[in-house]
């Protein structure tokens, strides 16, 4: 037997003589075949499959809503969203995981190319390489072509002579048909695939327009008119492919963050099987491994340090600049730096399941989001092809039959308008903001879970903190010893099923065998077990508490009772975050309302808000009430910002404006949060509130600038005031200064 791949021998009855060859011929075959990207779907929780491939030849919002309508036509989908920005569709359905292949055949039935994440940065070089070779091309062919053009401009066919302007048209016509069929290419195969399916996009009235300048041009030399226009329709190409190149860089500016998490996740890992170093593929890792990390390298996964002591950069998921120490038993994660020595990692997460991964999934979703403004621009898309075909044919008729102009002058400018009129702008006012903000935000370790949470975050008059875990700093500590031991490893049993703050640091705590029990967790109240006949609680006081017990400090505290008898009160000791108190005056000189709801004791409630500078708080209150507190809330008018620690605060959460949630790595795709941010200060949520209104001001003035170019350079066009030439210019420069508008973003400007 040989091998299907290599042609090397292999044994009995087996196809490939390694797992690489095996690997190798699918991905010739999948390559071969066009298919295959079913494969790279992902089971959901529902129980159907979501799928996120690159996607080239996108250029305008109606090339968006082409692609996600003809997918949402498709029987299970129940999602479908493209993003020009990062040239990324996402789609989500019910049914086999083949039929992936399917709608994907259905994108590229329409003129786009697939392919797979991981072939983007590729994918984009080849894009920008085709279109600098059409620019090269079309910008010799300018020059060449105004030298000859001087002579026709410079003088009229009676002081050159008829036969000499012929010559020169006809070497126009040489030049131009060649270099318009080469150049041209990026639109002409865009629009014929559109037009074969029944529909249209941006670059069909640009490929009409390229196409019936050449015509006019062509019949006028044939008939020896004066209405050749060849130079104008090359030009016209130079400058929409520089417009179109540039758009392409800036997009992929945007893009580059993304594009440098994903490439964390490429290249090879030592892993150690069997005694035996060996290099595997960072995506074949999986839950187990033991990987040898060296100084200076990457960590390729999420999991535990299991042998060696060393220093990490944590920046990408904490957004802390410091090294931190870590050693046996300190949790990593993929994407982060060794800094000091080597060291083995024990994988815990498989790579597609890490948390570099969630974190781009998060910002995919993102800037897939539906916020309001993204709706007006996919409304405006679906307005634009009627429009703009509708008014290219009434310029035509309006001057040719009201005006008593020549067939070829209206023709002309009917053409001009097809030009135009560009809805590039529109489509880029909100995507490439949102990408550039998610990029700003991830990088201090502010992550957005949903797409409208910039905007919802820019409407907030009201500010309502949690106290465990969000205004402090959420470790607490156990004080104290006056309990027994044999108290503590009962509660420590109970406490090991919560994921409460408390129930961790009384875990923690202690470092005996743990009791095996059926555990039950009653919000608000505490956790309840059943143990040898006797009924255990471990919870707050007025559950399970001595209620008329005097305590002098403003301790955290968990009871611990048997039947009716209470056995225990652990205290504990959890201190403010370092810039609790500077955030709550900040936004109270943004004249935010900040309070704080707890379900903590009074005592201790009031001596945290004094400490933090907060007049209205509560205490003692349950989950179910801080919802019925917030809903009171919005019922005044007021838009409610939550923040709580995402882990008993899921109701009040999902039941405010919107919701942020300091949360450590591990939380981040378990919590319901909008927002999620890392580290031990509270200045994420005042940075978040920053960059919310600087790119709510980019997008309305990103909107204005659109509308504004439409309003103005449309009737120009139609009136006849500018040629095909500069409105090529003027719409790749639409595109050009919203994009440029919103990298301000990155200067902190927005005004």
Known sequence: MRCLHCGEATGPGQDFCCPGCEAAHATTATAQAGTGFSRLASESEDGG?????????????????????????????????????????????????????????????????LHSLDKASDAVDNETRSLLRAIAVAGFAAGNMMLISVGLWSTDANTMGMATRDLFHWLSALIALPTVLYAGQPFFRSAIAVLRQGHTNMDVP?????????????????????????????MLLFFLLIGRYLDARAKGKARQTASDLLSRLSGMAMVYDDGQAVQVPITELREGMLVMVAAGENIAADGMVEKGVSEADMSLITGETMPEKIGPGKAVFAGTLNLSTPIQVRVSKATEQSLLSEIVRLMEVNEQGGARYVRLADKAASLYTPVVHAMGALTFVGWWLFMQAPWQTSLLHAVTVLIITCP????????????????KLMKTGILLKSGDALEKLAEVTTVVFDKTGTLTVGCPELTGNGFLKSDLRLAASLAAHSRHPLSRALTAAYDGDLIEMNVSELPGCGLQAEFEGWDIRL?????????????????????????????????????LRPDAAQVV???????????????????????????????????????????????????????????????????????????????????????????????????????????????????????????????????????????????????????????????????????
């Open 539 to 575: 919870g707050s006081r007025a559950w399970c508490g001595d209620q008329s017990a005097a305590t002098s400090d403003h301790a955290l505290e968990l009871w611990l009772a048997i039947g009716d008898e209470v056995r225990a009160r652990f205290a504990f000791s959890d201190r």
């Open 585 to 751: 005056t900040a936004l109270k000189a943004r004249y935010l309302d900040v309070r704080l709801l707890s379900g903590d004791r009074l005592a201790v409630v009031a001596a945290i808000a004094e400490e933090a500078g907060i007049t209205a708080y509560r205490a003692e209150i349950s989950p179910v009430e801080k919802c019925d507190y917030l809903r009171t809330l919005a019922d005044g008018g007021a838009k409610v910002l939550m923040v709580g620690d995402g882990l008993n605060d899921a109701p009040a959460l999902a039941a405010a404006h919107v919701s942020m949630s300091p949360s450590t790595a591990m939380d981040i795709t378990q919590n319901t949060a909008d927002v999620v941010f890392q580290g031990g200060r509270l200045s994420p949520v005042l940075e978040a509130f920053e960059v919310a209104d600087v790119s709510m001001r980019l997008v309305r003035q990103n909107f204005g600038l659109a509308i504004l170019y439409n309003l103005v350079a449309i009737p120009v066009a139609v009136l006849g005031y500018v040629t095909p030439l500069l409105a090529a210019v003027a719409m790749s420069g639409s595109s050009l200064v919203v994009i440029l508008n919103a990298f301000r973003l990155n200067l902190g400007k927005g005004r």
């Open 424 to 439: 590039c702008a529109l489509g880029l006012a909100v995507p490439v903001v949102q990408v550039l903000a998610s990029s």
């Open 206 to 234: 640009i490929s009409i327009a390229v196409t019936l300048a050449c015509g006019m041009s062509l019949f006028e030399a044939f008939r020896h008119g004066q209405h050749v226009y060849f130079d104008s329709a090359v």
């Open 49 to 113: 499959y979501t799928l996120t491939l690159g996607v080239e030849g996108i250029h305008c919002a109606a090339c968006i809503r082409l692609i996600e309508n003809a997918l949402l036509a498709e029987d299970g989908v129940s999602h479908a969203r493209v993003n020009m920005t990062t040239n990324r569709v996402s789609m989500a359905w019910q049914g086999m995981r083949d039929y992936g292949d399917h709608l994907a055949n259905t994108v590229t039935k329409l003129g786009y190319r």
